[in-house]
């Protein structure tokens, strides 16, 4: 088991944004969590990360109980978060953004760390003495990933990685995630809005809706399942 | 004031004409209480007259002032527009190119300062003047960290230079001690004051942090005026000892079982020998500072600051401790700025919460804003403009304020990222070209 949430409550001052989320990733699965705007997808995420900390539950990673841990402590653990809207550093050249993501793992790592990277990106290492604010969405978006897997975490978050990119780069974008899971063995916490994409890459899905899970099942169930169906993918939000 | 055309293309003659129309109108608006009308006496009342033959003049000034810097805008834009066109080089080799440049402006500064004092010797005025504008180098240098590295908006930088300079103030005239065993006591107080003012705004950002910051630089310059049992109040302290040069003294006449400066090197009394001393005191300290930021700055606590400063949340889901990245820019940057502080207070001999006014803080500021947040260079070229405008600007009197904002205004608008805006990569890239080259090999 590599996330367990287990009856997890957070708030938002006084939004009560998750209400009881239980979820589980195992070692080597993609799952994905789809939802509505507001849903808590986003909290969830974040709550994972001890901000803001979870109310009530627990949240157990790798065998060890991270529910009151320090954020920056968590990554320190193996959790490598890409947040919505990417984030990259826009005034620090590529390298520089990459160079980021090592802030906590063996120097010794760095250079063979940065060739993966470049070798799954070609266009960041044409690009790496460029400054990221100058890259296209696409691209700042391959940053930002290649960014979170330098410090060659155990999960990896990918939080809403479609959101505003064209769509041949959310093809590209699903096709990398499938890549890292299939190729690389890395297990994938993946929301998405974009329910469809999604729920394909996925082993394992869970929908949200208000603060609670109302379904979970395969890519593939949910993907027959008539309800998610009528809410997410055909005629939008229900 | 939507006509006011803010064109990204070259104007016409026509939309030309039509925003300087408005601009004089706005002008005319204005002019109308302040040149328009005037009072006089008229015999023991106030009347009113008026000036509109004067203020048809101002317009028209005004019209024709605007039409000129719209032509003028226009004509730089389309000359660098016409070069950019011309020129076939990529956007890393200007970056390159700016670079050297800025090296060489380094190295002739350099060249600059270190000869300045032997070749004006003579000249107090400008020895003094040269000394100021390094101090507002290593000021504007200090506050680059808190706000050009991690991006913490600071207003009340000066707050520190005053912990310096009191520090080093209270130990000498009360306990004795001297320059040097004072320096490092008062660098360490004052990045304790860093990290007292870091603690409570850890969670600000922007606005809010730079509305605390304000208040810290009041609260420690009102502290300094009511303590007087402390600080001696508004009096101020005064006959703080000048530092010395290894234990020579560069007075007149020897202290009873000390030597003098010129008595020890067998020249001719001369108080310019002390201001020189002071000059290359305050140019050693700036030379450290400079190498001290610009190492740390390659160093991983200097790119957390520089992430920081680009995206706080990223940095949280990178694994880095925020507070800590925080803290140690405030503790450093405060440290800077005490150290300043301590030179500041031994060059003057006195010192009083006059100098420590919110207008410092906001000149220091300024520096830092104008010569191109992060830049080391920038801050050199803005304390040198900064503090040369208002000397130049002596000759005209009331108008030097004036002239003094105008410059500022000026290369705002020019530069809006400020002088140097260029900012240098921490990573050389050679030494990732050897990585994928290797790569390419296997």
């Known amino acids: 088991m590599m996330l367990k949430m287990e009856g997890v409550h957070a708030h938002y001052g006084h939004i009560h944004a998750l209400r009881g989320i239980d979820v589980e990733v195992q070692v080597g699965e993609i799952v994905t969590l789809i939802g509505a705007n507001g849903a808590g997808k986003s909290t969830l995420m974040m709550s994972l990360f001890g901000n803001p900390k979870a109310s009530a539950g627990r949240i157990v990673f790798d065998g060890e109980d991270i529910t009151r841990v320090h954020t920056h402590e968590i990554a320190r653990r193996g959790i490598a978060l890409v947040p919505e809207g990417r984030r990259i550093f826009p005034r620090m050249t590529v390298i520089e953004n990459l160079q980021m993501g090592t802030a906590h793992a063996d120097p010794a790592n760095y250079a063979a760390d940065t060739a993966r990277v470049f070798a799954m990106f070609p266009i960041l290492q044409e690009r790496q003495s460029q400054r990221a604010g100058t890259l296209s969405g696409g691209e700042q978006q391959m940053l930002a990933i290649g960014r979170a897997l330098m410090s060659r975490p155990k999960l990896l978050l990918l939080d809403e990685p479609s959101l505003g990119l064209a769509p041949i780069y959310i093809r590209r974008i699903f096709q990398i995630v499938k890549e890292l899971n299939r190729d690389h063995g890395m297990t994938i916490l993946l929301v998405e809005q974009n329910a469809n994409q999604a729920l394909r890459v996925a082993h394992r899905g869970y929908v949200l809706q208000h603060g609670e899970i109302t379904l979970a099942g395969t890519g593939a169930e949910l993907l027959a399942s008539p309800e998610v169906r009528a809410a997410y993918l055909e005629g939008g939000h229900a | ?442």
């Not at chain 2, 801050?379 to 003094?404: H, W």
């Open chain 2, 1 to 442: 004031m939507s006509a006011v055309v803010f064109a990204r293309h070259a104007m016409t003659p026509a939309e030309r004409l039509r925003d300087a129309g408005w601009v004089a109108f706005v002008g005319l608006i204005l002019g109308i209480p302040l040149v328009g009308l005037t009072t006089v006496d008229v015999g023991g009342r106030l009347g009113v007259e008026t000036r509109f033959g004067l203020l048809a003049a101002a317009v028209a000034a005004v019209f024709a002032g605007r039409l000129l810097l719209r032509w003028a805008i226009d004509q730089a834009r389309n000359r660098k527009q016409d070069r950019d066109r011309a020129s076939t080089a990529t956007a890393a080799d200007r970056a390159h190119g700016a670079q050297r440049v800025v090296n060489v402006l380094g190295w002739v500064a350099l060249g600059a300062s270190i000869a300045l004092p032997i070749v004006f010797s003579d000249n107090r005025y400008v020895v003094d003047t040269a000394t100021t504008v390094l101090i507002y180098v290593m000021l504007g240098w200090g506050l680059n960290v808190v706000v050009g590295l991690a991006g913490l908006l600071d207003l009340g930088y000066v707050a520190f230079y005053a912990v310096g300079a009191y520090s080093y103030a209270l130990l000498s005239t009360q306990f004795g001690w001297s320059f040097w065993e004072a320096l490092p006591v008062s660098g360490a107080m004052a990045a304790t004051f860093g990290i007292l003012l870091g603690y409570p705004i850890l969670r600000l950002r922007g606005d809010y942090l730079a509305i605390v910051t304000l208040g810290f630089g009041e609260i420690v310059r009102i502290i300094l005026v009511n303590w007087t049992e402390f600080s001696n109040g508004p009096n101020g302290i005064s006959s703080i000892p000048r530092p010395s040069f290894f234990g020579l003294d560069f007075s007149r006449s020897a202290p009873e079982g000390g030597q003098t400066f010129a008595g020890f090197f067998g020249l001719e009394f001369s108080p310019m020998h002390r201001l020189i001393f002071l000059y290359y005191l305050i140019l050693v300290l700036a030379l450290l500072t400079h190498a001290f930021v610009s190492r740390l700055r390659k160093l991983p606590v200097g790119r957390a600051w520089e992430a920081l400063r680009e995206d706080e949340i990223a940095c949280q889901a990178m694994g880095m401790n925020t507070t800590n990245i925080k803290l140690s820019a405030f503790a450093i940057g405060a440290m800077l700025g005490g150290f300043a502080g301590v030179f500041f207070a031994a060059r003057q001999g006195f010192i009083s919460p006059e100098s420590f006014t919110f207008t410092e803080s906001a000149i220091i500021l300024a520096i830092v804003v104008l010569g191109g947040m992060g830049s080391q260079m920038g801050v050199v070229l803005a304390a040198t403009l900064l503090v040369l405008i208002p000397e130049f600007g002596r000759n005209f009197a009331e108008y030097r304020m004036l002239l003094f904002g105008l410059a500022m205004v000026l290369i705002m608008v020019w530069r809006p990222g400020g002088l140097l805006s260029h900012r240098e990569p921490t990573v050389r890239l050679n030494a990732l070209g050897k990585a994928s080259a290797t790569k390419e090999a296997a």
